[in-house]
Nanobody, 119 residues
Framework: VQLQASGGGLVQAGGSLKLTCATSGFTLAYYAIGWFRQAPGKEREAVLCISSSGDSTYYADSAKGRFTISRDNAKNTLYLQMSSLKPEDTAVYYC?????????????WGKGTQVTVSS
């Protein structure tokens, strides 16, 4: 099982970025998957999660109205569209696979991608 996040970079406050998580080694359609982030000196936190069907999503308060999660099961790929970025969004962003169709427990993490938002 592998997950690889990409698409991070340096962006000005108010800008947008789209992250991609490419997965392999399992059938994405069978599992919930999510985006997490970890800022320097802080604990890793869940940002957005999506059920296997895509019908249910979890949004952290910090992501509501600004971030959107989507998945393409045919391409085994997860996306995170981020807009109206703020300096406090600066973090390493990770994607993680859950053990079932909903977000009840993670079993695999991907390598992260750095997002830096300048003020």
């Amino acid at each position: 099982v592998q997950l690889q996040a990409s698409g991070g970079g340096l962006v000005q406050a108010g800008g947008s970025l789209k992250l991609t998580c490419a997965t392999s080694g399992f059938t994405l359609a069978y599992y919930a998957i999510g985006w997490f982030r970890q800022a320097p000196g802080k604990e890793r936190e869940a940002v957005l999660c999506i059920s296997s069907s895509g019908d249910s999503t979890y949004y952290a308060d910090s992501a509501k109205g600004r971030f959107t999660i989507s998945r393409d099961n045919a391409k085994n790929t997860l996306y995170l569209q981020m807009s109206s970025l703020k300096p406090e969004d600066t973090a390493v962003y990770y994607c993680a696979k859950y053990t079932s169709t909903m977000w009840y427990g993670m079993d695999y993490w991907g390598k992260g991608t750095q997002v830096t938002v300048s003020s």
